[in-house]
């Protein structure tokens, strides 16, 4: 009896044993489970993220594949408008070769470097440190307005437009007269526009006045070489007396000396009663004007 108590005792160990053992492996068996349904979620999970990743980069490098394929039209188009443009300046140029204009151009160019030579640039130097310094002499006028003497000219010069004239106070011979002119660092007075006349008839007065121009084998100069052909003309009717073989009235002249003159081609302009150009005989006696650049 005792014996298959104990028979009975060991079964039912056995048998608790045996639960245990097959209780641990269904739990094993639940997390092995487990963890393979977590890895494939997570595989499941990356792969979705991976193919949302490359869906992405694809319609980038789609998108960006359009922008180069346009970019690539504009340079196509530009280059050909490029292209349009060159070929119109070619025929240009060819037309400016077949009408001379080029050489025009080289001619132009000459003119330009002309007028910009040293000699005249030195010329428009000087004259703009003149009328700086004139500009100075009449502001210390201004500053003194008590001053007898013009701030421009200095003293027994009068003051007009750019110039100064001075009248003399004797009746001398035209050659006297433009030596003198020439001391006193001017010269016989050059007339150039209407209104530098009127100054003049002003200043004469009713009286007669040399002029610097003179009368060099029937050709008429000024004294500082202004050419006579394209300055205005103020001759007195009938003037100036061109001499001819068939044509000389001697009773035209009121002394010898001015016939003379006439002969010889000796004549010289004046201002005649303040009014007209007149010629007269070099060697006859007048006041005269000198003009000279502002101070």
């Not at 205005?232 to 009717?237: A, I, L, Q, Y």
Request: proline share 2%.
């Amino acid at each position: 009896m005792s014996v298959k108590y104990e028979d009975f005792q060991s079964l039912e160990e056995d048998t608790k044993q045996s639960n245990g053992a097959g209780v641990t492996n269904q739990i094993r068996q639940v997390c092995t489970g487990l963890i393979f349904i977590i890895i494939i979620l997570i595989v499941t999970i990356t792969r979705q993220g991976v193919g949302e990743t490359e869906h992405s980069l694809e319609v980038k490098l789609r998108n960006m594949s359009i922008e180069v394929h346009s970019r690539v039209d504009q340079l196509y188009e530009e280059n050909s408008r490029m292209m349009e443009k060159l070929t119109a300046i070619e025929s240009f140029m060819n037309d400016f070769n077949e009408h001379g204009v080029t050489s025009k151009v080289r001619n132009i160019k000459s003119l330009v470097n002309l007028f910009l030579s040293d000699e005249i640039t030195g010329s428009l130097t000087s004259d703009n440190q003149r009328i700086l310094g004139a500009v100075g002499k009449l502001t210390d006028g201004l500053r003194n307005p008590n001053g007898t003497t013009d701030p421009l000219c200095g003293s027994e010069w009068t003051h007009f437009g750019l110039n100064c004239y001075y009248l003399s106070r004797n009746a001398r011979p035209w050659n006297y007269a433009k030596k003198h002119c020439e001391d006193k660092k001017g010269h016989l007075v050059v007339i150039t526009s209407l209104d530098e006349m009127n100054f003049l008839r002003d200043i004469a007065q009713s009286q007669s006045l040399w002029i610097g121009l003179s009368n060099d084998k029937e050709i008429w100069k000024w004294v500082d070489g202004t050419p006579y052909e394209r300055s205005p003309k103020f001759w007195k009717e009938g003037e100036p007396f061109i001499w001819d073989d068939g044509d000389l009235h001697f009773d035209r002249f009121w002394d010898s000396s001015e016939l003379f003159s006439v002969l010889h081609h000796d004549n010289c302009g004046c201002l005649e009663d303040g009014e007209s150009w007149s010629s007269s005989s070099c060697s006859n006696s007048y006041q005269y004007v000198c003009e000279k650049k502002t101070l």
